[in-house]
Structures are given as structure tokens and as C-alpha cells.
């Protein structure tokens, strides 16, 4: 199917299914978390298995790429250290590719429509999030319940709102643009404020001849937007006021000349470089006082970097599986810390997938990006600068996961396909018309593999579920009924580690609780089943020697204690505990 020849009802099918998209993302967490993104996955693909009953897959690069790289994923279930972690990472990818796959097959006019209502979810939830205090350690988190990811997607929906207000100069964009960038500034996330920056003065560049005028009228809003966010944790009513201020800019915004644009401009900049100086100076804004690479959080980052290229440099080829940085970290650290990202997504998948996927991850990418400057280059002179606001939106996406885990979204990842969606596959090419999977093979093959994603994403989540339940009923103290909600997650699991390992610690404290044998042995076989299937998992090893220990096993549970405190050397915990172990052994 041809996104220029789609029929109008399918486009209503699908328009419906982007908004129910982007309201979940926006309100839930950009589906970051385990059950949300299962739950996509499976929406996602019986919504594949209807749309390419009747259409064609068509030959598209990107594809290509994305499916090399779902697939490094799926081969990595085959070697992968932690395989349940493998396992969802896959499927996290497989929605990802699921929902480029519907966004490819939205015409032009839908997805403009689509990346409308991007700017109004994101408006609302921003409202709502502020208003329900979703704030943590001072900074606007959101309903994304990450500052950074929160101020990646206002730094993008600013700069489209932008761009569509210079094009359509409808006031409403305007005051949306105000909105954005002063909840951006709430998130005080620098890295989304530096890349949105620069995007303000791409669009200049863009828009000086032709629309100079609208552009300054942006800038008047980006200085009220500074001055909001400044005003935010001072006072309500400075607050108020600068909103209220706002309002009437945005009414009235129509009778501003390029001259009064200009007064009215440097005015609200210098109010608002004087009052953002102050309060830096006063130490209101202190987060702003470490901008700098020498900033302790750069440094750590730049140690993730350094330890993660060491490992994935270890396994170049096939990277260790999903889930392989989070557990083998500890063998690869220079200093202490954990972090389950590695804050850098070439370097995340690479530790994931190796060589191969890392070069189909930055394949997509680069086709995409490059049929962003295609379509910019192509575009009629009245949809430029909206293509420039697109380009520099996804730039920013881009360079943003360089330094982040922001990618860790699914939903990001959907709002980058949505803003170079218009050119999925390029209009002009027309070679493709006839050339997709052919008949009962293309409709057995997607229903095939829809069908075992489903299955499997639903596995996982009703398994996941039990598991959530279990740690629930312990908190209440109830056990014996834990077990029984774990007992129906190994049932289901198709990698039960977690499970059995949850069972193992339940059973071990109650033996330590009665110093009854019977909990003991059973302790040490649910903790042998976690082993089978993760033999490297360090808290599983732990537990073991700590079981061990308490059998009279004790130079057996020493060696193994040995052995994980010369792999995890800043466990220094452990190090005191096999000091004591030793001592109680030369008695």
C-alpha cells in the first residue's frame, strides 16, 4: 500500500490509532515501563496483522535496517546472559518496529494532523503534570517520570510549534511555544535546552527573509517562556503574572510590526537574562552552575562510556543480549555507581547486540534523517521552514540519545517516525508499487510472527503481573501467598529466573526466621533453578553462598564469595562479609 493511494476509512483507522498512541505515551510513562510496552506490543501487532492482511509491505531501506536490528535482538535470546531481560528488550524493539510500520502507511495530510495532536497532548499533560506536582528533586518529570525524556519532547514540540506558527501564524501555536518553553525550563534538563536553542537559531537562519517578522514574535514568547519558568519556584503571583502577560501577547500578537516586535523583544531579553542571572547568582538555579563537561554528572557519564566500550569490546560481534549492561556492569566498572542505561544508545546497543546491530541501528537513522534533507530539499517554499522544524526536532532526538537513555522510550522513538513520517517512503518513487510479499507467504508470514509476539508479550505481562502481586503481598506480610503468586508467574515465564530466585529469598528468610531445615533446602533448589537460567546473576550467586554457608558448606560458600568480590570490586559490603566469613572459618 502506497501512503499517496491509502483509502480514506484506513486513514481514519489509522489517525484514530496514532491519537490513541500518542495520549498513552504522553500519560504513561512513554510506555518506558515493562507492562506498558508489552500491552503496545500487542495492540500494535493485531493491528499489523489486520493492516497487512490486505496491503503490501513495500521495499523500503529503513525497514530493512529496523528489521536487521529487531532480529539481532531476537538471535541474541540464543546466548544472552540474562534471557528474560533479552527477551523484553526484543520485544520492546519489536513494538518499536510495529509502530513504524503503522506511522509508514499514514499519508501526508494525516500525519500533520497527527503531529497536531502531538502539541495538544503534550500541552495537556504538561498542564496536568504541573498542576498534579509531578516534579522530583525540584525538576518537572511529568507524566514521562524522567526530567530529561520530559524536556526532550518540549524542546520538540517547541520547536514544531514554532515552526507551524511561522507558517500558519495562528496565534494558538504561539501560545503553546510559550507554554513549552517554560515547562522546558522546569525539567532544568541543559542538554534539551542547549539542543532546543540551537534549533531557535536554525530557524532564524531558515526564516529571516521571509517570515523575520513571525520569528520575533517567537523570540518575545521564548523570553515570556524564560521569565515563567524563572517565576515558577519564586512566587504565584510573579507566576500569574507573566501567564497572564503571555494571554494577552498572544491575543494581541497580530498588531505587533517588525518594529515594536523589536522593542518589545529586547526588552522581555533582558528581563529575562537579568532575572535568570540573578536567581543563578542567589543559587536558585543551581543545576545551572555545573554546565560544564567538568560537572560531576559529565564525568559520570563519560565513566559509563569509557567501561561500557570495554565490554561491548569483549563481545564486538554479538554484544551480550538485552539486559547484558545491566548485570555484567559490575565486572566492567572503574568506580562505584549502577545505572540500568548506559545514557549513550549506540553504546547501549551495542552491548546488546554487537557490531551488527549497532550498524543497522545507525543505518535506520540515517535514512530517515536523510529523507528528512530529501523532503526539505523537494518541499514547496511554504512548507520549508515546517521541514526545517522537523529536521532540527529530530536532530535533537538523535544527538539527545548520544548522551541519554531517552531511546529507552518507545514512545520517543514513535514521535521521531512521526516527524519523518511524510517521507517514510519517498513520493516519487514509484518502483515499489508492486513489489511487496506476494500473497499466502506474506500474509502467513506477518500472522505468523504477529501471533508469536502476541503470545509471548502476554505471557510475559500476566507472568510479570504474578510477580508485581507477590511483592505486593509480601509488603503485607503474607508469604505463603507470595509463593502462590509465584508459583503461578514459573508456570507461565518463559525464562522464570526471577521468579524462582523471589521464591529462594522468601523461603531463606523464613529459615532464618525458624532455623527450620526444610525452608533451607527449599531455598537451595529455587535458587538452583534462578542459576540454570542465569548462572552469572551476582545477587543469585550471593544467595547461594550465603545458603551454603548456613548448610555448613562453608569453604565451598567462601570461594564463591571470593570469587564475586574480585569481580565486583566496590561491593564493599562483600568484602567485609567474606572477612568475617573467613574469620569464622580459622576458628
Known amino acids: 500500500m502506497n501512503s499517496q493511494n491509502a483509502q480514506p476509512r484506513t486513514q481514519t483507522y489509522l489517525f484514530a490509532l496514532t491519537i490513541i498512541f500518542l495520549v498513552s505515551g504522553s500519560f504513561f510513562h512513554g510506555f518506558l515501563f515493562e507492562e506498558e510496552y508489552l500491552v503496545g506490543a500487542i495492540v500494535a501487532f493485531g493491528v499489523l496483522s489486520v493492516l497487512y492482511f490486505k496491503h503490501r509491505i513495500l521495499h523500503d531501506p529503513a525497514l530493512y535496517f529496523l528489521l536487521v536490528c529487531v532480529c539481532s535482538y531476537a538471535v541474541s535470546l540464543s546466548y544472552a546472559i540474562n534471557k528474560q531481560d533479552a527477551l523484553l528488550e526484543a520485544i520492546k524493539i519489536a513494538f518499536v518496529a510495529a509502530i513504524y510500520l503503522i506511522f509508514k502507511h499514514l499519508n501526508p495530510e494525516t500525519n500533520d494532523r497527527a503531529l497536531r495532536v502531538l502539541l495538544g497532548t503534550s500541552f495537556a499533560a504538561v498542564v496536568i503534570g504541573i498542576a498534579g506536582d509531578r516534579f522530583y528533586d525540584d525538576r518537572l518529570a511529568g507524566?514521562?517520570?524522567?526530567?530529561?525524556?520530559?524536556?526532550?519532547?518540549?524542546?520538540?514540540?517547541?520547536?514544531?510549534?514554532?515552526?507551524?506558527?511561522?507558517?500558519?501564524?495562528?496565534?494558538?501555536?504561539?501560545?503553546?511555544?510559550?507554554?513549552?518553553?517554560?515547562?522546558?525550563?522546569?525539567?532544568?534538563?541543559?542538554?534539551?535546552?542547549?539542543?532546543?536553542?540551537?534549533?531557535?537559531?536554525?530557524?532564524?537562519?531558515?526564516?529571516?527573509?521571509?517570515?523575520?517578522?513571525?520569528?520575533?514574535?517567537?523570540?518575545?514568547?521564548?523570553?515570556?517562556?524564560?521569565?515563567?519558568?524563572?517565576?515558577f519556584g519564586q512566587s504565584v503571583w510573579a507566576t500569574l503574572l507573566i501567564i497572564a502577560i503571555s494571554g494577552v501577547f498572544v491575543w494581541k500578537q497580530a498588531a505587533f510590526s517588525v518594529g515594536l516586535s523589536r522593542s518589545v523583544a529586547a526588552a522581555a531579553g533582558a528581563v529575562a537574562v537579568t532575572w535568570a542571572g540573578w536567581q543563578l547568582y542567589d543559587g536558585g538555579l543551581s543545576r545551572w552552575e555545573k554546565f560544564g563537561l567538568s560537572a560531576t554528572e559529565w564525568q559520570s557519564r563519560l565513566v559509563y562510556y569509557r567501561d561500557a566500550l570495554r565490554m561491548s569490546l569483549d563481545a564486538v560481534w554479538t554484544g551480550?543480549?538485552?539486559?547484558?549492561?545491566?548485570?555484567?556492569?559490575?565486572?566492567?566498572?572503574?568506580?562505584?555507581?549502577?545505572?540500568?542505561?548506559?545514557?549513550?544508545?549506540?553504546?547501549?546497543?551495542?552491548?546488546?547486540?554487537?557490531?551488527?546491530?549497532?550498524?543497522?541501528?545507525?543505518?535506520?537513522?540515517?535514512?530517515?534523517?536523510?529523507?528528512?534533507?530529501?523532503?526539505?530539499?523537494?518541499?514547496?517554499?511554504?512548507?520549508?521552514?515546517?521541514?526545517?522544524?522537523?529536521?532540527?526536532?529530530?536532530?535533537?532526538?538523535?544527538?539527545?540519545?548520544?548522551?541519554?537513555?531517552?531511546?529507552?522510550?518507545?514512545?520517543?522513538?514513535?514521535?521521531?517516525?512521526?516527524?519523518?513520517?511524510?517521507?517514510?517512503?519517498?513520493?516519487?518513487?514509484?518502483?515499489?508499487?508492486?513489489?511487496?510479499?506476494?500473497?499466502?507467504?506474506?500474509?502467513?508470514?506477518?500472522?505468523?510472527?504477529?501471533?508469536?509476539?502476541?503470545?509471548?508479550?502476554?505471557?510475559?505481562?500476566?507472568?510479570?503481573?504474578?510477580?508485581?502481586?507477590?511483592?505486593?503481598?509480601?509488603?503485607?506480610?503474607?508469604p505463603a501467598d507470595a509463593v502462590r503468586s509465584l508459583d503461578k508467574s514459573i508456570k507461565l515465564a518463559l525464562f522464570a529466573d526471577q521468579a524462582h530466585d523471589r521464591k529462594s529469598k522468601i523461603y531463606f528468610q523464613e529459615y532464618l526466621q525458624s532455623r527450620d531445615q526444610r525452608y533451607l533446602a527449599v531455598a537451595k533448589e529455587e535458587n538452583s533453578q534462578a542459576l540454570q537460567t542465569n548462572p552469572s546473576q551476582i545477587w543469585y550467586l550471593k544467595l547461594q553462598s550465603d545458603i551454603l554457608w548456613e548448610q555448613g558448606e562453608r569453604e565451598k560458600s567462601i570461594r564463591i564469595l571470593e570469587d564475586l568480590t574480585t569481580k565486583n570490586p566496590f561491593e564493599s559490603r562483600w568484602r567485609e562479609e567474606l572477612k568475617q566469613r573467613r574469620m569464622q572459618l580459622s576458628k
Request: hydrophobic share 50%.
Open 143 to 231: 507524566f514521562l517520570d524522567y526530567a530529561n525524556a520530559q524536556g526532550l519532547l518540549l524542546a520538540v514540540c517547541s520547536i514544531i510549534a514554532q515552526a507551524l506558527y511561522m507558517t500558519g501564524r495562528q496565534g494558538r501555536y504561539l501560545g503553546a511555544h510559550f507554554a513549552f518553553v517554560m515547562a522546558l525550563g522546569l525539567t532544568q534538563s541543559r542538554t534539551a535546552m542547549l539542543l532546543w536553542a540551537l534549533s531557535l537559531i536554525i530557524l532564524y537562519a531558515a526564516a529571516r527573509k521571509k517570515y523575520f517578522e513571525l520569528w520575533l514574535r517567537v523570540l518575545i514568547g521564548t523570553f515570556l517562556g524564560i521569565m515563567g519558568s524563572v517565576a
Open 320 to 478: 551480550y543480549g538485552g539486559g547484558g549492561w545491566a548485570q555484567l556492569q559490575y565486572e566492567y566498572q572503574s568506580s562505584d555507581y549502577f545505572v540500568r542505561y548506559v545514557h549513550n544508545q549506540l553504546l547501549q546497543v551495542a552491548t546488546d547486540t554487537g557490531l551488527i546491530g549497532t550498524v543497522s541501528f545507525i543505518g535506520f537513522v540515517s535514512v530517515l534523517l536523510y529523507r528528512g534533507f530529501y523532503e526539505l530539499r523537494n518541499a514547496p517554499e511554504e512548507r520549508k521552514i515546517i521541514q526545517w522544524g522537523r529536521l532540527c526536532a529530530s536532530a535533537a532526538i538523535v544527538v539527545h540519545s548520544l548522551v541519554d537513555f531517552v531511546l529507552a522510550s518507545p514512545f520517543l522513538f514513535g514521535v521521531f517516525f512521526l516527524l519523518n513520517g511524510r517521507v517514510m517512503v519517498p513520493e516519487d518513487d514509484n518502483r515499489t508499487e508492486n513489489r511487496g510479499i506476494s500473497g499466502a507467504f506474506r500474509i502467513a508470514g506477518i500472522l505468523l510472527v504477529s501471533l508469536i509476539i502476541m503470545i509471548t508479550s502476554s505471557l510475559s505481562l500476566i507472568s510479570g503481573s504474578y510477580i508485581r502481586t507477590a511483592s505486593e503481598l509480601l509488603r503485607n506480610e503474607k
